[in-house]
């Protein structure tokens, strides 16, 4: 059965730190593009940033110059690396593994981020 598992969510101060990690139970995880998502109270959920195969990243503008995606392949695992946290960082956090329409997508549980002002 395949499944995301994240970890690392938590309370920090303005300001702060946090890395995010994704272990994947998927024998494709080398070919997917993973990406990190995430859902604040009252709003959809929204790309934060990706990663492809390749190693090529795309972030949103909101995250930029602070978040650093990365994946470690021999680990089937996917990091987010959050420096200087803001409250407006404060969402659920979710793992996207991408299916790019040859395999199923699958979602992580999601981890609480909290950034407190």
Not at 20 to 40: E, I, K, V
Request: aromatic share 10%; charged share 15%.
């Amino acid at each position: 059965q395949v499944q995301l598992v994240e970890s690392g969510g938590g309370l920090v101060q303005a300001g702060g730190s946090l890395r995010l990690s994704c272990a994947a139970s998927l024998f494709t995880f080398s070919r997917r593009a993973m990406g990190w998502y995430r859902q604040a109270p009252g709003k959809q959920r929204e790309l934060v940033a990706i990663i492809a195969s390749s190693g090529i990243t795309n972030y949103a503008d909101s995250v930029k110059g602070r978040f650093t995606i990365s994946r470690d392949n021999a680990k089937n695992t996917v990091y987010l690396q959050m420096n200087s946290l803001k409250p407006e960082d404060t969402a659920i956090y979710y793992c996207h593994a991408d299916g790019s329409g040859i395999w199923n997508d699958y979602w992580g549980q999601g981890t609480q981020v909290t950034v407190s002002s």
